[in-house]
C-alpha cells in the first residue's frame, strides 16, 4: 500500500471513530433525553487514543521501500478525480437537504436552527468519506493489485 | 475521439533483465510499487517522461517498451 491509500484508510477508520463516538452522546441527549457521561474524562479513552494515534502514525510513514516518493503521476490523478467525485457529492447531498425537507415538513413546515448546522457539518463528513472511498476504489481496495 | 490501446512488455522486460521486481522498478522508475503493477496490467496509461524513464531503465527505446494499438 502506498502514502496515498493509507491516508484514505486512516481518514475512512477516523471518520468511522468519530461516527461512534458521537453517536453516543447523540442518542442520549435526542433519545434518551439525559446528559450523556464524560466520554473522554475516563483515563481508558486517553491511552485508547495515544495508541490510535501512534499506530496511525507508524502506519503512515511506513514506506514500501526507503526511495518510494510520497506521490506520484497516478496518485495526483487518482487525488484528481476523488476530489471531483467529492465535490458533485456535494452538490448532491446540498439539494437533497433543500428538497427532502419540504417533502417531510410540507410548505410550511419549520425546522430548529440547530439543525442547520448539523446539516451543513454532516455534508461535509460524508464529502471527506466520499473522497476516501473514491481513492480506495480507484486503487481497487489495495487488495486487487498483483504481486511480483 | 479515437480509442487505442497501449500494451506494454515491462512485464517481460523486467524478467528478461535479471528478473527485477517490480519494487526495484518503481524506485529506478520514481514511482510507487502500485503503479507499476497498473501499468503492466494494462490499467495506466504512463505519461510520456515516465514512459521514457522506464525505457531508460531497460536500456531500450520507448517503442520496445509501449505500443499503441489503434486506428491509422
Not at chain 1, 477508520?13 to 435526542?30: D, E, N, R
Not at chain 1, 495526483?76 to 437533497?96: M, Y
Request: a positive charge; charged letters at 20%.
Amino acid at each position: 500500500m502506498n502514502r496515498t491509500q493509507k491516508s484514505a484508510i486512516f481518514c475512512l477508520v477516523t471518520f468511522l471513530f468519530c461516527v461512534v463516538v458521537m453517536a453516543y452522546p447523540f442518542i442520549s441527549i435526542f433519545i434518551l433525553k439525559s446528559w450523556p457521561e464524560s466520554f473522554f474524562s475516563r483515563s481508558w479513552s486517553m491511552i485508547a487514543y495515544f495508541v490510535f494515534i501512534a499506530a496511525s502514525i507508524i502506519f503512515l510513514r511506513k514506506k514500501q521501500s526507503p526511495a518510494e516518493p510520497d506521490f506520484d503521476e497516478r496518485d495526483d490523478l487518482i487525488k484528481k478525480r476523488a476530489v471531483l467525485v467529492s465535490f458533485v457529492s456535494v452538490w448532491i447531498l446540498l439539494a437533497a437537504a433543500c428538497i427532502i425537507p419540504r417533502f417531510i415538513l410540507g410548505e410550511t413546515g419549520a425546522i430548529p436552527v440547530y439543525v442547520l448546522p448539523f446539516i451543513n457539518l454532516g455534508i461535509f463528513m460524508i464529502a471527506t468519506l466520499v473522497h476516501s472511498v473514491a481513492i480506495l476504489v480507484q486503487y481497487g481496495w489495495g487488495g486487487k493489485d498483483g504481486k511480483g | 475521439m479515437a480509442k487505442g490501446k497501449l500494451n506494454n512488455q515491462v512485464r517481460r522486460l523486467r524478467f528478461e533483465n535479471g528478473e527485477m521486481t517490480q519494487q526495484k522498478l518503481a524506485d529506478a522508475t520514481g514511482v510507487t510499487r502500485q503503479t507499476i503493477i497498473a501499468i503492466e496490467s494494462g490499467k495506466y496509461a504512463p505519461s510520456l517522461p515516465l514512459a521514457f524513464r522506464i525505457a531508460r531503465t531497460f536500456g531500450v527505446g520507448v517503442e520496445e517498451v509501449f505500443e499503441y494499438e489503434g486506428e491509422e
